[in-house]
């Protein structure tokens, strides 16, 4: 075969740019897609991140209650004389 390609059979300028303008088209698409996906995850993640807020002021504001119940109950919620760790010093004097 030979290298030289008859007239006939060479695409022509049109087909070229309509091939290209096709490529552009499928780019297009494409960075569209990314877009809207990247658009998708940033939405669920602040939706996430909403939701996260209201269910967690709740449990921190009732696990603060507890809290002050506890003391209320129990005192101050210092540690009381039996509890406090003796010191080695103090240790040495009562042995």
């Not at 940033?42 to 921190?60: D, E, Y």
């Amino acid at each position: 075969m030979s290298s030289i390609v008859p007239i006939s059979e060479r695409p022509s300028r049109l087909f070229i740019e309509a091939f290209w303008t096709i490529l552009e088209g499928i780019a297009l698409l494409l960075k569209g897609t990314f877009i809207l996906c990247a658009a998708i995850i940033l939405n669920a993640g602040l939706l996430f991140a909403r939701v996260h807020n209201l269910l967690m002021i709740p449990a921190v504001c009732f696990i603060i209650a507890l809290a002050e119940i506890h003391k209320l109950l129990f005192g101050t919620g210092e540690l009381s004389v039996a509890t406090v760790p003796i010191s080695p010093a103090v240790r040495r004097k009562r042995t």
